[in-house]
């Protein structure tokens, strides 16, 4: 069985600031892991995925995220936030090797950007 | 392409009342879903289709049907719709396959209250 876990349903910070995002899993197999963003009243845009390539994972928008197995996490980060990052973001994750197209995703985490 | 189209983009149904969302998507793929995002849940898989003429349930499939006759269309079906199924409503596709990586691709959302 599979889960994700995002802490913090709502993270504020100001602009210009580091954006640090949290996401944990759980996976009886090797994962893939995926960070989706969605603005406000559209669908879900792909930011970046972990298919088992490199950990450190870099996305649209200067977004990154590293897989740490140690941890189980999944993190994602932008060195410094713009207002137009204003989203809710959700953490996903669906069996490697299996079929990707289930995706189980966390409860989302709504980032605030403050000027 | 349009990719993943969905409508209508808002409904408001009585209770008791029937209706389909339609989801269509011009990218051959085989593999669609059903998704509904509610509020501190994230996004949960209703129902899936791994080609014309083959659909599963997913993890709330309760309440609602359906069916893939086409590549293209994958309509969800609300027979007897329920306050508790007011949601937003999400249809994305994807190839299939159990090997790599497949992304799914977003429609924009059908919001969905039911009175």
């Known amino acids: 069985a599979q889960s994700v876990t995002q802490l913090g349903s709502h993270v504020s910070v100001s602009e210009g600031a580091l954006v640090l995002l949290r996401c944990n899993y759980s996976s009886s197999v090797p994962p893939y892991l995926f960070w989706y963003v969605q603005y406000p009243n559209q669908g879900l845009q792909l930011l970046l995925k972990y298919t088992s390539a490199a950990t450190l994972v870099k996305g649209i928008n200067g977004f990154e995220a590293e897989f740490k197995k140690s941890e189980t996490s999944f993190h994602l980060t932008k060195p410094s936030a713009h207002m137009s990052d204003a989203a809710e973001y959700f953490c996903a994750v669906s069996p490697y090797g299996g079929a990707t197209n289930k995706l189980i995703f966390g409860t989302g985490t709504l980032l605030a950007v403050q000027p | 392409n349009a990719g993943v189209t969905q409508t209508p983009k808002f409904q408001v149904l009585k209770t008791g009342q029937s209706m389909t969302l339609q989801c269509a998507q011009d990218m051959n793929h085989e593999y669609m879903s059903w998704y509904r995002q509610d509020p501190g849940m994230g996004l949960r898989l209703i129902h899936y289709?791994?080609?014309?003429?083959?659909?599963d349930q997913g993890e709330v499939p309760n309440g609602y049907n359906v069916s893939r006759s086409t590549t293209e269309d994958f309509p969800l079906r609300l027979l007897s719709a329920a306050p508790s199924q007011t949601s937003v409503y999400f249809c994305?596709?994807?190839?299939?396959?159990?090997?790599?990586?497949?992304?799914?691709?977003f429609g924009p959302g059908t919001r969905l209250t039911v009175l």
């Open positions: 994305a596709s994807s190839t299939s396959g159990t090997s790599g990586y497949n992304e799914q691709f």
């Open positions: 289709s791994v080609g014309a003429g083959i659909t």
